[in-house]
């Protein structure tokens, strides 16, 4: 697994040499432009509007747009000396909290952590800690150039880095438009939902839940690297009939059809009883 940032972790006076490997990976398939006369691939060129030409990497400088087409200059050697200086900061577990009191949006980036050469001992006293008491660190770290608020937390007897969003960088919900203040949901519409979700509910297993558009795109370039015949499938069926005009019949409809589809329990095994010896006096 590729080791893509080398550091410490500090919570009190202890120090942790680690290593993080990336959690996660994309799965998206990329697609290429290309012209459709000769297929050759599309090339994007950086160019200057203003000098009407081509700009070349070394004539490009960084900057912050503070205002309508009023910048500031960043230079190289600046922005070095700052990623520098932060880097250089061990990663400190400043305070440990419960996982719950924390909302999944403010979650961003998952890492496994691995030890470096000589942390393995106090790699398995912070896991063993964080195991015993339920809870995960908070932490500072650089990634990228950018400082980034974490969390450090057990996942599968593996330390594991969650990067999390700021405060400020979680939009407020007060602006996010159209939704109602009140709820006047009928209680039988609310009933009928809440016996749905019932009906749903089920336990989380990863290993069922499939990219089903991923699978059908790789299996359609499949085809036609082979030169075979492709034939898209219809849409599915919607989940309720094409008559279902207003919400109490969209839910009736939906618990009718979770009922026939979820699979009946399996019968308990019956009870063996024991017949007890006599014993003889």
């Not at 990336?22 to 012209?35: C, G, V």
């Not at 050697?77 to 061990?90: G, H, M, P, R, V």
């Not at 980036?109 to 470096?116: E, G, Q, V």
């Amino acid at each position: 697994m590729h080791t893509m940032w080398k550091g410490t972790i500090s919570f009190g006076l202890v120090n942790i040499p680690v290593k993080m490997h990336a959690a996660t990976e994309n799965k998206d398939i990329k697609l290429r432009q290309l012209h459709k006369e000769c297929q050759s691939p599309i090339k994007y060129e950086r160019t200057c509007p203003n000098c009407d030409r081509e700009v070349k990497n070394d004539e490009i400088v960084k900057a912050y747009e503070y205002g309508k087409d009023k910048f500031v200059i960043l230079d190289e050697e600046d922005l070095e000396a700052l990623k520098k200086e932060q880097a250089d900061k061990a990663v400190e577990i400043v305070d440990f909290v419960k996982l719950e009191e924390i909302d999944p949006i403010y979650f961003e980036k998952s890492y496994f952590l691995s030890p470096n050469e000589g942390g393995g001992k106090a790699y398995g006293l912070l896991r063993s800690a964080l195991k015993d008491t339920s809870k995960i660190g908070i932490a500072k770290m650089i990634i990228r150039s950018k400082e980034q608020l974490a969390v450090i937390r057990v996942y599968e007897n593996t330390l594991i880095v969650e990067t999390i969003h700021y405060p400020d960088e979680v939009r407020q919900v007060k602006d996010v438009p159209n939704i109602p203040e009140e709820s006047n949901t009928a209680k039988k519409e609310l009933d009928t939902a809440k016996m749905l979700i019932e009906q749903l509910t089920t336990t989380f297993e990863p290993e069922k839940y499939n990219d089903d558009y991923r699978t059908a795109l790789l299996e359609l370039i499949e085809a036609k690297k082979n030169n075979e015949d492709v034939v898209i499938g219809e849409n599915k069926p919607s989940t309720t009939d094409d008559n279902v005009t207003n919400l109490m019949d969209a839910l009736e409809a939906s618990l009718d059809k979770a009922k026939k589809n979820k699979p009946k329990p399996k019968p308990a095994k019956p009870k063996t009883t024991k017949s007890k010896k006599k014993v003889a006096k």
